[in-house]
Each structure stands twice: as C-alpha cells, then as structure tokens.
C-alpha cells in the first residue's frame, strides 16, 4: 500500500491499528488525521511519532477543504473517526448526527474525487440493534436504538451508496465491542478498572444482565486490516469471535483482577434504551483468513496491568493536546466549513 490515511487515528482503536500499520513494510507512509477531541490524544500513537512515515494533521473530518487536501495524496482510506459513546449520544444527538453522518458524507465525496484504492468504514454491531436470541449477518437489516447506534447506521448506508453510485471501493466492518491498554475511562473497562484501582465503587444497570462480546482490540485490527487488503468493495465484515459476557460476569472478571469485592458494587436503574444483547456471525471475515487470537482472561488481565502502570493517563482523564506533536504538515482547526 502506497499512502492510508486514518482518520480518528489519535483514539483508541485508531492508534492501535496506526502502529500495527507502521509494524509493517508494505506500507509506505500513514497519514493520522484527528480532531483531537476528548478521547482522542496524541499519546495514544506514542512511540509511532519516531517512525519517519508516520505524518500527523490535526483537523477535522467536517472541514471541506482540509479533508480534500488530505485525500489527495492518498491510495487508501480507514475511517474510525467518530462520536461514540452511548451515554453522550443520549444527552447530545445532534453532535453524533454532524460527525458521524455529515462527517461520513464528506469523506467519501472527497474519496470520490481522488484515485482511493479502498476505503475501509468501522462501524459497529450495534447497527443492528438488541439480540434476544439468535445471531446478526452481514444481510441483516439494521434496526438500531439509541442516536449513537443510528448515526453509525446511517454512516454505513451513506458509505456503501459512495460504491454503488460513484464506485468508490468501499467496505464496511461491524465490530463488536473492542478492550485494551489506552482506552478513555468513560467505556466500561477501562471505567471499571480505575475506579476500582483507586478504591472508588462502580455501577451496573439494572441487575447486570446485558450481554456483550468482548474483542480485543488487536484482534479487531487484524480483521480491519484483512478487510483493506483483501475485502471486496461493496461488502459488509463483521468482525467479532470474542467472549460473551453479561455486565455482571465483566464486573466479577475486574473486582478479581483489581482486587476488590461485590462490597464496590451500586446496582442503579437502566438507562433509557439499554440494548439487552448483541450477537453478530463472522464465517464472512473468516474466508479471508481472520481468527481472533488473544485470550480474553489473559488479555484482560494485561488490561488491568496497563492501567495500574499508567496512572498519569487516566488521573485525570487525558485531555486533547495542546502541544503540537512531530510531523505536523496542517494544523486545520479553523472552524469546519460544512459541504
């Protein structure tokens, strides 16, 4: 691959897959472009800045003009960036509907202007709403809940129209919820795993019975990465083969490994629109040669550990940078010009 630009490649997922891209010879340079918003930080690309093919742009996905630059001198394109968190969507639709719909829209018209080879879209299980029983295909029609889940939707619908409109070689990836070292204590994991490390209590909806699958995020990189060099444009992955685990069974995993008790415990009301399971099938990615590797007791445990020796990243929670990392070539935080 010639030249992949990331965006959201400052986040949590994003900087993984970054660093698994420059572990590689067959790229030739990475570009990052992020906003820099809360969750996102340039410690998360860490020791990557000293890879000279690495090149950052801190910017927007909803500025025009700094999008389309950037796309320019690009063969490939995986797009992570996005507002993603549950609780955040159910207090402030419209930011979710601007960057994860708008921001998706601008994206790929840009890639449609540009020689793109492939253009990966993350999106997540999520899209096809709560699972009782039975298990989600890649065919299944989307029937999403809460506004996080149904801007992710509409993102996926909005990038595969791209490939059947414009011919843009789009794929799209549904992954199941990912866990690993640097992630932002507001998810789950990691918000369970300071609180506890500091002796604070933590809370479960309900009675803790809402079931996920849990991947780690190495894993998911993996499957993102078989997708851009070998997924066929137009197609939907899923990527998924994780643990499956009530909040309960998560919580009881972390008091051990923190080394608290079910004394940390506060059982508080459901949240509006709480999803009571996800289930998705992966055969399709599997074709490609995808199969999760990472142990998910083992790799939970070295969750726990990462935590415990990176205090200064969680207390208090990291914020967006203001000092300008290396390999800066744009500094695009002008206000966003809308398409």
């Not at 996080?148 to 799209?172: E, M, N």
Request: glycine share 8%; hydrophobic share 40%.
């Amino acid at each position: 691959m010639n030249a992949v630009l990331v965006t959201g490649g400052a986040g949590f997922i994003g900087s993984h897959y970054v660093k698994s891209l420059l572990r590689s010879d067959t790229t030739a340079r990475v570009t990052v472009l992020d906003a820099l918003t809360y969750a996102g930080h340039v410690k998360n690309l860490g020791e990557a800045f000293l890879d000279p093919r690495l090149t950052f742009v801190h910017g927007s996905i909803l500025d025009t003009a700094v999008v389309d630059q950037v796309m320019a001198s690009h063969t490939h394109v995986v797009h992570f960036a996005a507002e993603s968190h549950v609780d955040r969507s159910l207090a402030g639709e419209a930011l979710f509907a601007e960057t994860n719909v708008l921001g998706t829209q601008i994206l790929v018209n840009a890639a449609s202007r540009h020689p793109i080879q492939r253009f990966v879209h993350v999106s997540t299980d999520e899209v096809y709403g709560p699972l009782p029983d039975g298990t989600a295909t890649e065919d299944d029609p989307l029937r999403p809940t809460v506004p996080y889940a149904a801007t992710k939707a509409a993102s996926d619908l909005i990038a595969l129209s791209a490939y059947r409109t414009y011919g843009l070689p789009v794929c799209v990836t549904r992954s199941s919820n990912n866990f690993g070292p640097a992630q932002h204590p507001e998810k789950i994991i990691p918000l369970f795993i300071t609180r506890l490390l500091r002796g604070e209590p933590v809370t479960l909806h309900g009675r803790g019975e809402h079931v996920r699958n849990w991947l780690h995020v190495s894993d998911h990189c993996a499957g993102i990465d078989l997708v851009l060099r070998a997924g066929t444009p137009g197609e939907v992955y899923n990527i998924g083969g994780g643990t499956d685990l009530t909040s309960r069974e998560l919580t009881g995993e972390l008091l051990r490994l923190c080394g608290a008790d079910w004394n940390a415990i506060q059982y508080i009301p459901d949240r509006r629109a709480n999803d009571i399971r996800y289930s998705m099938a992966w055969d399709k990615i599997a074709q490609l040669g995808y199969e999760p590797r990472r142990d998910f007791h083992e790799a939970l445990a070295d969750t726990v550990q990462w935590y415990r020796h990176h205090h200064r990243r969680w207390t208090p929670p990291p914020r967006a940078c203001a000092v300008t990392p290396p390999h800066v070539i744009l500094d695009a935080t002008r206000e966003p010009e809308h398409a």
